[in-house]
């Protein structure tokens, strides 16, 4: 007889019921969506992030309602590690990678269950010096750049504070070097293609330490690069470089070519034992710090993300000389080469590990 | 004077805050038809006292309640006797005028709604309509439904809770000083109000104006420093207290 | 009725004490009291000039931010625009007409080299190097027309396309002296003109800084703040109640206390480590492997994420918005037989309602411009078409600023500071709206 005429509990009640509702569809939803067909994933180097992107956009736009590639740009070393953490719908697919991929990252891959991938590259990059175009115009070799930036240079603390004091024709301006963080593939380089020779040519020791077994009087002495001052960490984003070498026309900064090129009217490359950086010069190889680009591919993704096999082939129409991606800043790898990359993606070769180091 | 039956009953009834002990041992009837006074000094307990009537004490934490309190002859402190009811049963007027700040009818009908007592909007109309006769105040606001009740006078207001204590169909209701902060017009009309209530509601006053408990009410208790000290007719008290205590206080020697 | 004792009230004023005599008035003309009162007029002066300088200051930095903002990015609204004289018979594209009204028809426009066709007609027409002027999407806006009107495709058109980025910098004077040279022969041919276009509303991100749009990263930003809403905001404000009302104080609740205050300063970025573990990490429990929870970058783990991370703001919020409802509101209702969760809901919510929003408005705004948090649960990712669900992978307004920011292309600069903007217009509507819900509630009652 006596009816509940409450309004204000059963609305709050209905409120929550709703909640719940959407909230256990959502998770419902999330499950489902995961274990069936997704978009392609992407992780990687900075340096190729911009070619992946052009090639994932041009990918959409052909049409046929294709799910977006997600890219995301993390740094090679970062990008191999979550490659290589294993295979199924919440690893990805392919990793940028700005140098190739090391023995311990394969092994870590294979430890993960990972499988076979596939190495494919897709063209070149130049690690290029830059400064100003009101710069000192510095001309530096190898072993200057090391005796400049290593941390340890002929196994003593640096104490080079000028370009003079590394080497007596270069003028006595402070060594201000601005570059990415040890995360990014381009430093990488940067130690690999000239730090490395450059203690090679300095330090008579330096080719007994690199055959030894243990690693690391080597690695401090060559490759560890110093952070008392002189080399200034700006972090990944390279635009800050480009404007920290106009407020300060003596400093270099340390980038990839592409992103010399955009700004070419407001800096020039340093040339780096007498070799300029351009597109000639990094295509040919005879600029040092030319360095390939890849894309390492999970084979056993390949069936079940669909649309990643037109990915891959759709990257091999794009890098050609003429092609989209080199309107973008990259240097097309030589013709043989690039035959046999579409070649591999063609047949979904597999990388023959033996070659890593 | 015949005996008329008691609605509610207290025995050795003791309230404690904590280890303070603020009621002690208190037993008194509150009768049907009558009104039935608690004077005292402040602070001698008989607010106290009157919110274990309603378990308002319930409310705060370190109260604790021992001794019966029986609303026709059930134990009110039993666990199965369900608080929402028992407030419904026993309603209470405050001392500060506190409507909700909602509009007038909203504020009559909000008891009624919640318990289930209007099963359709006439029927709500006709409850708040008689409530707010009974209070003395429908022919003021009858127009002006909608307005806020926190928009009236401190009279209006405190009829307006009277009148909002009355819509949920109290068997008893307890006052605690209800025309303490009212003008003397305001305090007569609640005084008459509480005459017109007298025979429908076991009413229960707490006051520290004596001469308001000499006219409205039938049977008085004194209180003083939490016991209850003596209890009679209202007449019987203010003419020949029997205890020397009562006498002090009503002739003004403290309090 | 015999004589009541109760005594009347005395009547005539009291004599004065025996003991003292009165005190003597004090004199407020004299030097000392004049110099006391200019002295206070004199402080109070100072002090409301000292409110009216922080106020405008704290006005003159806001007026700083939003004008500096307006200028870079307002550009980041219009567009230039190259006339395209384009021959469609003569192109030598074979379409077949049924296809286009299919959603097969993209397909079938890319597959009948309508790219190569516009990059063709760009040559024709302005000289070997043409394709450079114009953008490389602006062949869509070719497909949509032909999409839209097949009838084009019998006729020779001019159609308006975006300009590629180099010509339209080169417009705003920031360019080399070829592409400036490249801008002045076009605006002789009156084929280049300047617009305000608000694509960049309804465009998702682009790797071509004319083509790109705001629009991915806004809806994903919606999306992820609905998320965060609808767990934040019952979760908070029925823990805060809990904790005001029905909670027994003690030592454990005092606790719990202390953790809330602690909580709401913890940095954002916590929170995202905190996020990655739960939602998308995978553990080994008795041999079964559970793997991620939710897809990586998608909003749902986003909202999730920032949930947890503004639910203290609004539980200490709602928790002095309910401490300051009058006791005698709940007394009174308690009176009436109300039960403790119509107390609640009714009356005690109800007049906390401006409170809690208030610290709602404040909470949602901080979970608005949080990158960090995002940048680690993988919210960071270019994609080119914006979230259809809450767990495709979206990115968010803040982030995409952040990956602009870093972009190569120069064209991208006044995008970022556009997209500034559009984040200011989004927190000021946002903040507007609870404001709005705020008023309403205050009235109501």
Redesign the interface.
């Known amino acids: 007889?006596?009816?509940?005429?409450?309004?204000g509990i059963a609305g709050v009640r209905d409120i929550f019921g709703r909640l719940g509702l959407i909230a256990a569809a959502a998770f419902t939803l999330a499950g489902c969506d995961s274990n069936t067909a997704r978009e392609i994933r992407v992780v990687g180097s900075s340096t190729v992030y911009p070619f992946t992107t052009a090639v994932a956009e041009t990918f959409v736009n052909q049409g046929g309602g294709r799910r977006a590639p997600v890219v995301e740009s993390i740094g090679t070393g970062a990008g191999l590690k979550r490659f290589c953490e294993g295979v199924g719908w919440e690893f990805p697919d392919i990793a940028n990678a700005s140098r190739r991929i090391k023995k311990s990252e394969y092994q870590l891959c294979q430890a993960n269950g990972v499988g076979e991938i596939m190495e494919v590259q897709i063209g070149v990059d130049g690690v290029a010096l830059a400064e100003a175009n009101n710069g000192p115009r510095l001309r530096l070799s190898k072993q200057d750049v090391y005796l400049a930036l290593a941390a340890n240079p002929l196994g003593k603390p640096n104490a080079a504070r000028t370009w003079r004091d590394v080497n007596p024709s270069l003028p006595a301006i402070p060594i201000q070097v601005m570059g990415p963080p040890s995360t990014s593939g381009t430093r990488d380089a940067l130690v690999e293609l000239v730090m490395e020779p450059g203690c090679a040519a300095a330090d008579p020791q330096a080719n007994a330490l690199k055959a030894a077994k243990d690693a690391a009087p080597y690695d401090t002495r060559c490759k560890r690069i110093r952070d008392d001052g002189p080399y200034i960490d700006k972090g990944e984003n390279d635009n800050l470089i480009v404007q920290g070498l106009a407020a300060n026309p003596n400093a270099l900064g340390v980038f990839g070519y592409s992103y010399l090129e955009e700004n070419i009217d407001r800096l020039h490359g340093v040339p780096i034992e007498g070799v300029t950086p351009t597109y000639a010069t990094i295509a040919d190889g005879t600029y040092p710090g030319a360095r390939p680009l890849f894309l390492y591919v999970k084979k056993r993704h390949l069936r079940a993300v669909p649309g990643l096999a037109d990915f891959l082939t759709l990257y091999t129409t794009m890098w050609n000389p003429k092609g989209k991606l080199t309107q973008r800043g990259l240097i097309a790898a030589p013709d043989a080469l690039r035959a046999k990359s579409a070649q591999i993606v063609a047949q979904r070769a597999a990388l023959d590990p033996a070659g890593l180091h | 004077m015949t005996e008329t039956p008691h609605k509610m009953s207290a025995r050795g009834v003791s309230v404690f805050y904590g280890d303070k002990q603020a009621v002690k041992d208190v037993s008194i009837d509150i009768a049907m038809d009558k009104v039935t006074a608690f004077i005292g000094p402040s602070g001698c307990g008989k607010s106290t006292f009157l919110r274990t009537l309603?378990r308002?004490n319930d409310?705060i934490?370190s109260a604790r309640v021992t001794g019966d309190i029986m609303l026709d002859g059930e134990n009110i402190y039993s666990s199965a006797m369900d608080v929402?009811?028992?407030?419904?049963?026993v309603?209470?007027?405050?001392q500060?005028p506190?409507?909700?700040?909602?509009s007038i009818y909203e504020n009559v009908a909000?008891?009624p709604?919640?318990?289930?007592?209007?099963?359709s909007k006439p029927d709500?109309d006709a409850i708040v309509e008689r409530s707010l006769k009974r209070a003395g105040l429908w022919e003021e606001v009858k127009d002006r439904l909608q307005d806020s009740g926190t928009a009236l006078s401190g009279g209006q207001q405190q009829r307006l809770?009277i009148a909002?204590?009355i819509?949920?169909d109290p068997e008893v209701i307890l006052m605690d000083e209800p025309a303490s902060a009212l003008d003397p017009i305001a305090t007569a009309k609640i005084e008459e109000l509480i005459h017109e209530l007298r025979g429908r509601y076991a009413i229960a006053i707490v006051t520290h104006n004596?001469?308001q408990a000499?006219r409205v009410s039938q049977r008085t208790a004194f209180f003083h420093l939490g016991t209850l000290v003596e209890y009679g007719d209202t007449?019987q008290i203010?003419?020949?207290?029997r205890e020397e205590r009562t006498?002090d206080y009503?002739?003004?020697r403290y309090g | 009725?015999?004589?009541?004792?109760?005594?009347q009230l005395p009547t005539g004023p009291k004599e004065p004490d025996a003991k003292g005599s009165w005190r003597a008035p004090t004199d407020w003309t004299t030097h000392a009291m004049q110099k006391r009162i200019r002295r206070r007029y004199g402080a109070e002066r100072r002090f409301r000039f000292f409110g009216l300088a922080a106020v405008s200051l704290s006005a003159a930095f806001l007026a700083f931010l939003l004008i500096t903002m307006v200028a870079n990015g307002w550009r980041g609204f219009t567009r230039t625009d190259v006339a395209l004289p384009i021959d469609f018979p003569a192109s030598g594209m074979l379409i077949e007409r049924a296809q286009l009204r299919t959603p097969a028809a993209d397909l079938a426009l890319a597959g009948a080299g309508l790219e190569n066709a516009v990059k063709g007609a760009a040559a024709t027409a302005f000289g070997p190097g043409g394709e450079e002027f114009i953008s490389e999407n602006a062949w869509l806006r070719i497909r949509d027309a032909i999409k839209a009107d097949p009838s084009i495709l019998d006729r020779k058109m001019r159609i308006d396309v975006p300009a590629s980025t180099e010509i339209d910098q080169a417009v705003r004077g920031d360019g080399n002296a070829e592409a400036k040279a490249t801008v002045a022969k076009l605006q002789q041919a009156g084929a280049l003109s300047r617009h305000f276009n608000l694509d960049f509303l309804y465009e998702s991100d682009s790797t071509d800084p004319v083509a790109v749009g705001i629009w991915g990263a806004l809806k994903g930003s919606l999306l992820t703040m609905a998320v965060t809403f609808l767990i934040a905001f019952p979760v908070g404000v029925l823990s805060a109640i809990y904790l005001e009302e029905y909670a027994?104080?003690n030592r454990w609740t005092d606790l719990i206390e202390v953790s809330i205050n602690n909580l709401a300063a913890v940095p954002s970025i916590i929170f995202g480590l905190l996020g990655l573990a739960v939602f998308l990490g995978s553990w080994n429990l008795f041999g079964y492997q559970f793997g991620p929870l939710l897809p990586r970058s998608a909003a749902l783990v986003g909202g999730l994420t920032l949930a947890l991370m503004i639910m203290p703001v609004i539980v200490i919020a709602s928790r002095n918005a309910v401490k300051a409802v009058p006791p005698?509101?709940?007394?009174?209702?308690?009176?009436?037989?109300?039960?403790p969760i119509?107390v609640v809901f009714?009356?005690v919510l109800p007049?906390a309602m401006p409170g809690i929003l208030t610290g709602t408005i404040i909470g949602m705004a901080r979970a608005l411009g949080e990158t960090a948090p995002l940048l680690l649960i993988g919210m960071r990712a270019f994609i080119v078409t914006p979230p259809g669900g809450f767990t495709d992978p979206a990115t968010v307004l803040p982030v995409q600023i952040f990956l602009w920011s870093d972009e190569v292309s120069r064209g991208f600069v006044e995008k970022t500071s556009a997209a500034i903007i559009v984040l200011l217009v989004f927190l000021l509507a946002m903040n507007g709206l609870a404001i709005y819900l705020r008023n309403k509630f205050e009235t109501r009652?």
């Open positions: 007889m006596l009816r509940r005429t409450t309004r | 309603n308002m409310t934490p929402v009811q028992l407030r419904a049963r309603g209470m007027v405050f500060k506190n409507p909700f700040p909602k909000y008891g709604r919640i318990h289930g007592l209007a099963p709500l809770c909002r204590a819509a949920v004596m001469q000499a007449d203010f003419t020949t207290p006498k009503i002739t003004g | 009725m015999s004589k009541s004792l109760v005594p027994p104080k005698s509101i709940r007394d009174a209702a308690l009176g009436i037989g109300a039960s119509q009714h009356h007049l009652w």
